[in-house]
């Protein structure tokens, strides 16, 4: 019987990865159905950019404007950087832009040196590396996505040759040195970490009626508490974003332990009374008077620690370094929500769906 549970235990985490991994394509599916339909309509998004919306002006959802082109030059170790990224020259990319990327960059960095970690405790096939290595392709798609945001000369088509790219110089020490130099020069400046970008297109669709209504209010809940800790408009920048979707990974990654929980329980209860479970049986009536964490043991908490140590750090990075906000403060105020995992979330669109306006400023808490 306990190669059953052992078995079981491989099972689940396969299953886990698959998960994830299955939001993370469906993410991509979304975000190249938008591309096509934007390609069929003749490129006119990016032209359509720069017609600015008032609501837009005025909830403050626009980018810094760059002051001139002497603003915007960049050194050569600069120049190199972006080349090397964006497989062309852009001599004139603003400072916005510029900190975006290097956030992109360095987040990647930070998302490969937590994967590294974890190998240490895991098999170079372990299922928990290819979750976490997901994270990283998704959040540096999604981080690009952003940038084209704020600068429409950036191609949205190439993100996964920006992604190749970046790989690639995350082996430079040149380009590491740089994009951290950026960092520090640009935080100097005036203006959020974050530079804002256009997002209310996003953040409309989990307010839509389309939406279940527990998706909505948990996200409304989240909004107020991220805002109250921000002390400013989570909305402006893809802070909200980060923090749904740390959110949704830790709701999901505990009732992937609850489940798990539950099927040792009752596996257990088969070796206690030979009788096997029906296909018919609740799992949560199984055994209920009985504590699901008598069924848990070390190994299994273990590689959920694991799981969430990682999470913690691949977002507490972000929270920190892109939004200027207490990492351990913010993560333990949003490790008290759960939203559902859905593919709402995961990636934004690069082109602003700029007839999309219908957007909640500030919603007060469901309760």
């Not at 084209?148 to 950036?154: D, H, K, N, Q, V």
């Not at 740089?178 to 669709?205: C, F, I, Q, W």
């Not at 799992?283 to 913690?312: C, K, M, Q, V, W």
């Not at 949003?334 to 709402?344: G, I, M, R």
Request: glycine share 4%; aromatic share 8%; net charge negative.
């Amino acid at each position: 019987m306990k190669t059953e549970k052992h078995g079981l235990t491989k099972v689940f985490f396969v299953l886990f990865a698959g998960t994830v991994f299955m939001l993370f394509l469906i993410s991509k599916g979304i975000q190249q159905n938008k591309t096509l339909l934007a390609r069929g309509e003749g490129k006119a998004q990016p032209a359509a950019k720069k017609t600015h919306h008032p609501f837009l002006r005025m909830m403050g959802f626009l980018g810094a404007a760059g002051s001139g082109q002497a603003d915007n030059e960049m050194d050569e170790a600069e120049a190199r950087l972006f080349t090397a990224l964006l497989g062309q020259s852009h001599p004139f990319l603003d400072p916005q832009t510029r900190r975006a990327l290097c956030q992109a960059f360095m987040c990647l960095n930070n998302v490969t040196r937590v994967v590294e970690s974890v190998s240490k405790e895991c098999s170079p096939t372990s299922s928990i590396l290819t979750v976490l290595q997901s994270y990283g392709a998704t959040l540096f798609r999604s981080d690009y996505a952003y940038a084209c945001r704020i600068c429409p000369e950036l191609d949205p088509d190439i993100a996964d040759v920006v992604y190749t790219n970046a790989l690639a110089a995350l082996k430079v020490g040149e380009f590491m040195n740089t994009a951290s130099n950026v960092l520090e020069v640009t935080y100097h400046s005036a203006g959020p970490k974050r530079p804002l970008a256009p997002m209310e297109d996003h953040y409309a669709v989990p307010f839509q009626s389309t939406i279940a209504p527990e998706e909505t209010a948990a996200c409304s809940n989240l909004l107020t508490t991220v805002h109250t800790l921000a002390g400013y408009d989570p909305l402006s920048t893809d802070l909200f974003n980060d923090a749904v979707v740390y959110v949704m990974s830790m709701t999901d990654l505990r009732h992937n332990r609850e489940n798990t929980l539950r099927a040792r329980s009752r596996i257990d209860r088969w070796e206690r009374t030979g009788t096997p479970p029906s296909l018919d049986d609740d799992p949560e009536d199984s055994d209920s008077a009985e504590p699901l964490e008598s069924h848990s043991d070390p190994g299994l908490e273990s590689s959920f620690a694991t799981i969430a140590n990682a999470y913690r750090e691949i977002f507490g990075y972000r929270f920190a370094e892109y939004h200027g906000l207490p990492r351990e403060e913010f993560l333990s105020a949003l490790d008290k929500h759960s939203v559902p995992p859905t593919a709402t979330w995961v990636h934004i669109n690069p082109r602003q769906q700029v007839e999309s306006t219908d957007m909640p400023v500030q919603s007060a808490p469901v309760q």
